[in-house]
């Protein structure tokens, strides 16, 4: 990178550092300076000339209305801790082991209409005979059966918001006052919230962009009360914190439906969304879309009749905001923010349909990061951090065009960090010669991705590019990891509903992906026990499909059936939970031939093996093996092809033998532009003549030796720099023989 561009970038402000303001927006070609959570900005810096962006969330803004109406908060359902009885009355104690900063029991609106008191030995719903309010947020359960355990399902109101908790926390905010979320579904609340929208509106002309901190409601996150439990539940797609009597009966008045505690509440586990959802959560789902739709689309009609535009933050309060529900274009919304840390995240921001696509960067500027572990602060590395998280989403941004990235939190942090200071301005600028690559190329996008896969979950595009929460809080996902190695990889992906293709067969795919533990929404659940479904994939295969399987894919319940995965004869392995024990095991050898899943430094070596699969024939291709069970093979099915891989972990190593697992189910093996150095990423933009540019990219901070390989020929030998980024031209090197070397 020689050239310097500006634009496309937005720094965070703060008042009483104008100089150092000014002075980095300059540095790092800033276009938009932004207020933070805790920050504000002077009369100076709104007056500089930049584009202003203005962070609002709504339900917490306006603190002293909030006060002075204390029955208006955001309510949810909780379960309490579950108490075994010894004598025939049980005291329940519902809030024991939960926050009480952020929760106070609701009992004066709903008790005998919503609770629930459960025997869960049993898995009977008690009569409201059979119990009653005790003082001091108890309930007495009457008539208890010793050696049974009791739960109460039961209504909260939230006094404490939960980012706000969370910024307080993490902050040593001290004595600053708490924030409140206010529920919009009380007529009153959403007449406040668009007379204060409007009133802001007009205070605040040097505004060009509102920066909506999502809008009404927050992911779901229990806080705890034991230090060692600090936090409960949290779930970044969970519906848990949309509930209230209100909201129930709508609900019930217009569906017909009625939608219970223990819907959402399910023993404990809550609506999260590694579990499958039912029919009536999935109801109240779109029921919360439209109340959410039709108030949000006031909001952004406020913003654009007072001249500014609307931004709206994918994270924290996004709940019911949904990008993939088919209706986001209707908000009216100029652009959207997300913060990513990684590659998936960014392709799911590139992925909505919306004008601008802007990153929020890591790490944010705040003494330390969501794990407690310093970053402006003594013991930090925040230059190293920086560099880290941008090499990681940088593989995903030569996949898919983002328009703007920035950085959120204290700027007065970065101003000891001078190297922390170089470095974004390498980023900005490296970001800008990227996006110009994709608004200069003729060939971006689909057209120059042959391999079409097609992930299949109980979720489908709803869930397009996301599972639940961040990659650094769901390590042990699979499929997580899948998608972080498919977000810079060269495939068309797209995102399919099981239930779908049940009902409307295979999509126009070359190759499906299904990855997940047994139960869980992205293996897919029960949808495998529709003969419907299994036979729809079952042809797809044997008409000439592919199919990638991984972990416990297509798994029914234990005991259910001839399989325990209903695609074991594609894929040519099946599990056995214990019920099958008495049955030999087929006797295997590791492959000996070279394999085209195991070429290019593809490495099994970390996949550990799942308990109890087994092989089912002799035309199953172990490509690897650990104590003594297969962790990787291949198998013809048909005309088509499958592979299973036990566990996928993701790295340069296992991303590279996903990639040629995928290109070799769909027949496809020899990619258009590769790099023997699996760390190394290539991509390349094409003009109108076919010519253009390929970038490669070291997704390391060490330094890396790769040749670069053009259909299977070698074009380049590369010594890259840490996080180095080469432009090399494709009519160069498609017309000259490569410089000798080898990696």
């Known amino acids: 990178m020689n050239q310097t561009y500006t634009g496309g970038f937005t720094l965070p402000g703060e008042a009483g550092k104008e100089a150092l303001t000014l002075r980095l927006a300059e540095r790092w070609g800033a276009d938009v300076i932004r207020d933070s959570d805790g920050t504000k ?59 009480r900063d952020q929760f106070v029991v609701q009992d004066w609106d709903g008790v005998e209409e919503f609770w629930q008191v459960h025997d869960r030995t049993t898995g009977e719903v ?68 668009l007379a204060w929208l409007e009133q802001w509106c007009t205070e605040n002309p040097a505004t060009t962009v509102v920066r909506f901190t999502s809008l009404f409601y927050n992911f779901a996150w229990f806080w705890g009360s034991d230090g060692n439990l600090p936090h409960l539940y949290a779930d ?28 959402f509440v399910n023993a404990g586990r809550y609506t999260s969304t590694h579990n499958p959802p039912s029919d009536v959560y999935r109801a109240w789902m779109e029921f919360t879309w439209e109340f959410v739709l039709d108030l949000g689309r006031k909001c952004v009609d406020v913003v654009h009749r007072h001249g500014k535009k609307a931004y709206v933050f994918y994270d924290d309060s996004w709940v019911g905001l949904e990008p993939f529900s088919g209706r986001f ?48 602060a003594p013991g930090g590395d925040p230059s190293t951090d920086l560099l880290r998280y941008w090499v990681t989403v940088r593989q995903a941004l030569v996949r898919a065009r983002i328009d703007r990235i920035g950085l959120g939190g204290y700027l007065s942090l970065v101003e000891p960090f001078e190297d922390f ?23 971006s996008g689909d057209e120059t991705r042959p391999v079409r896969v097609g992930v299949v979950t109980a979720w489908g595009a709803l869930r397009t590019w996301s599972t639940s929460g961040h990659f650094h809080e769901n390590r042990s996902l699979s499929l997580m990891h899948v998608l972080e190695s498919l977000a810079g990889q060269d495939f068309d992906v797209s995102f399919h509903r099981l239930d779908d293709i049940a009902s409307e067969g295979v999509p126009a795919v070359d190759v499906l992906l299904n990855a997940g533990l047994a139960g869980s929404s992205w293996s897919g659940g029960d949808a495998w026990s529709d003969p419907r479904l299994v036979t729809a994939i079952t042809r797809f295969v044997h008409d000439g499909g592919g199919l990638v399987g991984i972990e416990e894919p297509s798994a029914v319940a234990p005991g259910a059936g001839l399989r325990r995965f209903a695609l074991a ?66 198998t013809p099915f048909g005309k088509g092809r499958a592979v299973y891989l036990a566990a996928y972990r ?29 760390a190394v990423s290539v991509a390349a ?38 996080a180095g980024l080469i432009e090399l031209e494709v009519a160069e090197l498609v017309a000259e023989p490569a410089p000798p070397g080898t990696c």
């Not at 409140?180 to 406040?192: D, I, L």
């Not at 908000?331 to 992925?351: Q, T």
């Not at 085209?596 to 690897?624: K, Q, S, W, Y």
Request: hydrophobic share 45%.
């Open 41 to 99: 900005l002077s009369d100076e810096i709104l007056g500089s000339g930049h584009g202003i962006y203005s962070t609002l969330c709504l339900v917490r803004e306006d603190l002293e209305w909030a006060k002075a109406h204390p029955q208006l908060m955001q309510q949810n359902f909780l379960m309490s801790a579950p108490v075994v009885a010894d004598a025939d009355a049980v005291t329940i104690d519902l809030l024991a082991g939960f926050s």
């Open 126 to 193: 008690l009569p409201i005979t059979r119990w009653a309010l005790g003082s001091e947020g108890t309930v007495v359960v009457r008539d208890a059966v010793p050696g049974h355990t009791y739960t109460v399902n039961f209504l909260v109101m939230r006094t404490w918001e939960e980012i706000s908790m969370y910024n307080h926390v993490t902050n040593d905010w001290g004595d600053r006052e708490h924030l409140m979320a206010v529920e919009p579904r009380h007529p009153e609340v959403a007449e406040h919230l």
């Open 236 to 263: 970044w797609a969970s519906y848990d914190f949309t509930v209230n009597p209100i909201a129930l009966r709508a609900f019930r008045e217009q569906t017909g439906r009625t939608i219970t505690a223990e819907d």
């Open 329 to 376: 274009a209707e908000y009216g919304f100029d652009g959207l923010i997300k913060a990513v840390f990684n590659g998936f995240e960014a392709r799911l921001n590139a992925a909505v349909d919306v004008p601008i696509h802007e990153l929020r960067l890591h790490p944010y500027l705040f003494p330390v990061d969501l794990e407690g572990k310093p970053t402006f």
């Open 421 to 443: 200071q170089d470095a974004v301005a390498r980023i900005a600028d490296e970001h800008r010669r990227i996006r110009a690559l994709h608004l200069s190329s003729a060939r």
């Open 569 to 634: 004869d594609v894929l040519g392995v099946d599990q056995d939970t214990g019920d099958r024990r008495v049955l030999d095991r087929r006797r295997f050898d590791i492959s000996s031939e070279a394999h085209p899943i195991m070429d290019r430094a593809a490495n099994a070596a970390g996949i550990g093996p799942v308990p109890g699969l087994m092989v089912l024939r002799d035309d199953v291709h172990v490509l690897a093996a650990s104590d003594g069970a297969p962790v990787a093979t291949a």
């Open 650 to 678: 993701h790295d340069a190593h296992t991303a590279r033998l996903l990639e040629n697992a995928l290109r070799w189910a769909a027949g496809a093996e020899t990619p258009q532009w590769l790099s023997t150095n699996p």
């Open 685 to 722: 933009f094409a003009d109108a003549d076919g010519d253009g540019t390929v970038v490669v990219l070291n997704d390391t901070l060490e330094p890396q030796h790769t040749l670069i390989l053009s259909n299977g020929r070698a074009v380049a030998t590369l010594d890259l720099p840490p």
